[in-house]
Every structure is written in C-alpha cells, then in structure tokens.
C-alpha cells in the first residue's frame, strides 16, 4: 500500500495489519525480522508468523482493533515460525487511513540494540588502548634499536663461540620489535576492491582445512543472493583466519565450525546507519569463553588460551574497523558466534 511506504526506511521493524489482523505492509527491517519478504507476507494472519498463535504481541493486536487500546511489551522472547527466537519491544496501535482502521506495531530488537550499544563502547575503549598501547610501544622501541646496535657492534669484537650470544640478543630484540608491531596493527591503508565474500570465506577454509592435526569439520552455510563488498581482501581474510581458527581450536574431537552469511538491513556501526550489511557467522560447538574475558575480548594480550598471545582478536576487529565494519561476540546456548559485519550500502 503506497501509503505506507514512508515507513520503510525506518530502522525498528514495522508491520501493519487490518482490521482482520491480515498483514497489509512490513517495512524492509520486519522482513530482516521475520526472515520473509513483504511478497510472502501480505495478507498472512498475523498470528501465522508466530511458532505459538497465543502470544502477547498477538493479544495486543486484538485489544487494538476491538478496544482501539495501545500497549507497549518490554524486554519479551517471541518465537517465531522458522522457529528463530528475539527478544524485543513491541509498541501496539490502532491508527485510521481513509476511515478504515488498521494496527501499527513497532518492534524493537534489544539484542540489536545492545549490539550496537556495545560497539559504541568498543569503539570509545578500544581508541584509549591504542593511544596507550602506541605510547608504550614507542618507549620500547626506541631502547631496543639501541640494544641492537649495541649487540652488531659487539658482535665484530667477540670470538665465534661467542657469537652466539650475540646472536641470541639480536633475535630476542627483532621478536620484540614484530610482537610491538603486531600489537599496532597494520601499517598500511586498506586498499578497496569490489569482491565476492564467499570467495574470501572459501579462501580461508582452504587454507585452514588442510591442517593434519585438525580435529573439526567445516559447515558452510551460504546466502548466493548476497552482493559484492567493497573492502581490502587481504584484511578480511586475516581477520577470518584468526577468528575461524580460534573455533577450530576450541573445538573438540569431531566438533563442527559453521560459516554462515546472511545479509542483514539497518544497521547502524560507528554511529552511521547502513541500509545493507553481509553478516559472516563462524560459530562452533566448542568449549567457550571463560566469563573473565567475555567483557574485554577484543582487548590486547587478552586470552585464556596457556599459549595464545592475546593479540588474534584485538588485530581482527581493527582489521575490520579500517573496513567500516565491526566484530560482534555472542552466544547461543551451547554455540559460541562471532559475526564479521560489513557494510554494503550507506543511506
């Protein structure tokens, strides 16, 4: 209904019903919502997309249009029939076009909503560690290209058997230096390149799947509808190789690491909203996080792992970041995700 399509480019979901609680319009982020085109969805009762037909949001319809009575749901676990589950907001209200009346209702994902609240955060924490981590790493450098010198120019003066001690300075200082110039992440700036996610997400299975010692199986999971991106491939598929093998790890015997792409519309990173996103989901079945890093993951020299560096994470998300995007940590019951979002296409 032409009327209505002022609505679609609002971020909150948007669904619209008559009075025979039929959908008449849903905006581009309810279908996002419920997974399902407008197409498909136009003159389905309401209560069909629901997993239960007995559920609040479905009583709230029903008080709009037989009392003409608004109403706001907070913080409410809908399931929906494809059997995903939200937690959301949902805002209820009879409104009136031409005479006839119709049942406006707003829904709110809070998941979304903490997601982006906390990438604000990321954000805000993770330019102070830089500022820190480039002061520290510029106090330490300038000390080890002098001991370095100091080794070369000893080095000439001493014997061959003990040349080796030498040598053992020199090597223990270029550690140090690659181990600081990690933590600074890349020197370069991303150079931008229309390309195919899934070639990247294929690229990187490869690599990691010719491992031995593996003892996961891969489960790929595309979208083939999803457009280019427009980002440096060689970043994206660093920060893929980290993530991806960070599940392999955690995984155990015969364990499964899915990589899904989805796309994913209105949404907002940085402050500045997207009207498209590809979403790449690595998500494994392994031991999980400990809870004593889950609030600083992306922090450096951050790791419960006996022989992790703390560095794979931190390098990751700033790989993303200088693509526009962002790294998201959750979890699923049992199922540990990380979701690599990247932007597609800006209002």
């Avoid at 669904?15 to 969805?41: C, D, P, Q, R, W």
């Avoid at 604000?120 to 370095?148: Q, V, Y």
């Avoid at 083939?224 to 960070?246: A, E, F, R, T």
């Avoid at 993951?297 to 560096?309: I, N, Q, R, Y």
């Amino acid at each position: 209904m032409d009327t209505f399509n002022i609505l679609d480019n609002i971020s909150t979901s948007i669904i619209i019903t008559n009075k025979f609680m039929e959908i008449v319009h849903i905006n581009a982020s309810g279908e996002s919502f419920l997974h399902n085109s407008k197409a498909n969805l136009v003159k389905t009762k309401i209560e069909a997309i629901f997993a239960h037909k007995n559920n609040i949001i479905v009583n709230q319809v029903y008080d709009a249009i037989a009392l003409n009575q608004s109403s706001v749901s907070r913080d409410v676990e809908i399931s929906l029939k494809n059997k995903v589950k939200h937690h959301i907001d949902c805002n209820v209200q009879a409104i009136y076009i031409d005479n006839e009346k119709y049942v406006l209702l707003e829904v709110n994902l809070i998941q979304r909503q903490k997601d982006i609240e906390k990438n604000a955060n990321f954000i805000d924490r993770d330019n102070t560690t830089k500022m820190i981590t480039r002061s520290i790493a510029h106090e330490i450098k300038n000390p080890l290209g002098g001991i370095k010198g100091a080794a070369q120019l000893l080095e000439s003066e001493l014997s061959i058997a003990q040349k080796d001690y030498t040598d053992i300075i020199i090597g223990e200082v270029d550690r140090l230096r690659n181990y600081i110039d990690k933590m600074l992440g890349p020197k370069n700036e991303p150079f931008f390149e229309s390309i195919n996610i899934h070639s990247i997400v294929n690229r990187v299975i490869k690599i990691l799947d010719t491992k031995k010692d593996k003892k996961s199986f891969f489960l790929v999971n595309f979208d083939p509808s999803i457009p280019n991106v427009n980002i440096d491939k060689d970043m994206i598929i660093q920060s893929l190789l980290n993530i991806v093998k960070n599940a392999q790890e955690a995984t155990t015997n015969n364990g499964v690491v899915e990589l899904k792409t989805r796309i994913e519309r209105n949404y907002t990173i940085n402050s500045i909203k997207y009207k498209l996103v590809v979403v790449v989901s690595i998500i494994d079945d392994g031991i999980g996080i400990s809870d004593e890093i889950k609030n600083k993951l992306f922090l450096p020299l951050v790791t419960d792992k006996a022989e992790g560096s703390g560095l794979g994470l931190s390098i990751s998300q700033r790989l993303v970041s200088l693509n526009k995007g962002v790294i998201v940590y959750t979890e699923n019951k049992d199922k540990t995700i990380f979701k690599i979002i990247l932007p597609i296409e800006i209002y």
